[in-house]
């Protein structure tokens, strides 16, 4: 059994506190089955993202007319881009995978592996099939997996993960989606640029739920007159006959009047069905109770305040640990690992300003408190809301979309949403205000904006008169000037 002072298990954002571990003079060792650089560099936002810039590409020249300019597309080389940017991401992988095979400092092992004991790994299957790893201090930072619902019949249709949606050679026909959530939403839009028909189905009232209902009500409408979209349903069944692969889905919740059950049924056939309805933890397979590390209900990693879990000298981060799914997130949680093994005085990790972005059509990205966040604790606050077209770039760009920054009634920035183009570049300001400003709208109304940029559209969105809501003070509108 070899033994080491560190072992990490999984590479992705875990790789950073190997390194870290590396060179504090420990022996580190780490694990990884599948392909080096985790879920985000190998089928998650850097294919996605890539291919989605081809969308993109592909939308502004169907746009063009708009602009007095006529345009012909002659020839999609749809294979070409799948496999260009599959290309390009296995050679980072590999890359990753020839630094740390080469590295004096780091053992790779590259297998799979059970938790057996307490800070003890056994590998099975392949050539290290039963050998054991054991270490003064594990970091789990092993990851999701798609989740798969309990719909009828799903385990005899040829359904397609995010992972093989990536692979495919030409777009579907009709690709059929279960799931609204961010993933729906951008590949959605990614083959539907390229000629799909898309059909959405999702249990929540609108798509990307978890946003700001502003502007998930924004997102839907828009998606359903592209697509068609069954928000409010849940898929219970699937049937393939031949290429054709059906959905059926039903009102959710249920109504509960048994004479109107069933009469909203919907019916959904395509060539391929996407399954994007959440993500699990791998904790299951690592079998992380024989090491102690407690887990919640959905099976992600109970961690405290500085990512350490219930079993003594075992740290968690990533998705695994379930706080957000987000790469960005999991470099901000590696560092506050190195940090609070390494350093001094150990922090807890700082989640106030975490940032998304869902880089569908239209973006959509936001930080901070929802408005239904606040309004669920009576929480006294203020919103506002700019839109793109009221601003000399957004016009000129026929952009449709608005900023919604909330704040409190002292002028502390609680949140802010985006829908439109830019998102995820423009809600940075707002990131940077609530992180290294004064968190206040000061920090955006007193910075000098470039005109006429895309940027004003922020800034204009938290000057003016703002409207309150929560608490005592709903429906009166609050003009902000501290």
């Not at 630094?99 to 004096?104: E, P, Q, T």
């Not at 009500?217 to 069944?237: C, I, L, Q, S």
């Not at 987000?326 to 470099?331: F, P």
């Not at 569908?360 to 930080?367: L, T």
């Amino acid at each position: 059994m070899e033994e080491y002072d560190f072992l990490v298990i999984g590479s992705g954002s875990g790789l950073d506190v190997a390194n870290a571990a590396a060179n504090q003079g420990q022996s580190v060792a780490v694990v990884e089955k599948g392909r080096l650089g985790g879920t985000c560099l190998n089928r998650g936002c850097i294919p996605s993202k890539k291919l989605l810039y081809h969308a993109d590409v592909m939308e502004t020249i169907q746009r063009a007319d708009e602009f007095g300019i006529g345009t012909t597309v002659n020839d999609v080389r749809f294979a070409d881009i799948v496999q260009e940017v599959t290309e390009d991401v296995h050679g980072s992988s590999d890359s990753i995978e020839r630094g740390l095979a080469s590295s004096d400092r780091i053992d790779l092992y590259r297998a799979e592996g059970r938790f057996v004991d307490d800070r003890m790994l056994e590998f099975s299957g392949g050539e290290r099939d039963g050998e054991r790893l054991a270490a003064d201090t594990i970091l789990v930072a092993a990851g999701t997996r798609p989740a798969i619902p309990p719909i009828d019949g799903i385990e005899t249709v040829d359904y397609l993960t995010s992972r093989e949606a990536l692979q495919l050679q030409a777009p579907p026909d009709h690709l059929v989606i279960v799931g609204g959530g961010y993933i729906a939403a951008e590949l959605g839009q990614f083959f539907g640029t390229f000629g799909s028909d898309v059909s959405i189905v999702g249990r929540r009232p609108n798509l990307l739920p978890d946003t700001d209902e502003e502007l998930a009500a924004a997102f839907t409408e828009r998606y359903a007159d592209r697509f068609d979209v069954y928000t409010g349903y849940e898929a219970t069944a699937a049937m393939q006959s031949g290429d054709s692969i059906t959905v059926e889905a039903r009102p959710f919740p249920e109504p509960d009047d048994d004479a109107a059950s069933g009469v909203d049924t919907v019916s959904v056939t395509g060539d391929e069905l996407l399954v994007a309805a959440g993500r699990v933890p791998n904790t299951d397979t690592l079998n992380v109770e024989a090491t102690g590390i407690g887990t919640d209900a959905a099976g992600f990693v109970e961690t405290d305040e500085y990512l350490r879990t219930t079993a003594e000298g075992v740290w968690a981060l990533g998705d695994i640990v379930g706080e957000y799914l987000l790469k960005h997130n999991a470099n901000h949680e590696a560092r506050a690992v190195a940090r609070n093994l390494f350093g001094d005085n150990p922090e807890p990790v700082d989640y106030s300003a975490m940032p998304f972005a869902v880089f569908a059509s239209p973006e959509v990205a936001g930080v901070g408190l929802t408005e239904q966040e606040l309004r669920a604790t009576d929480r006294e606050y203020a919103k506002r809301t700019y839109r793109y077209e009221e601003t000399a770039r957004g016009s000129a760009m026929h952009a449709e979309g608005f900023v919604k920054p909330i704040i409190d009634l002292e002028g502390e920035i609680l949140g802010c949403h985006i829908i439109g183009p830019e998102a995820s570049d423009l809600i940075q300001e707002v990131v940077v205000a609530m992180t290294a400003g004064s968190g206040t709208v000061q920090d955006i109304r007193q910075s000098v904006h470039i005109h006429p940029a895309l940027s004003e559209v922020v800034q204009r969105a938290f000057s003016g008169q703002f409207t309150r809501g929560g608490g005592h003070g709903h429906g009166h509108d609050h003009e902000h000037s501290h």
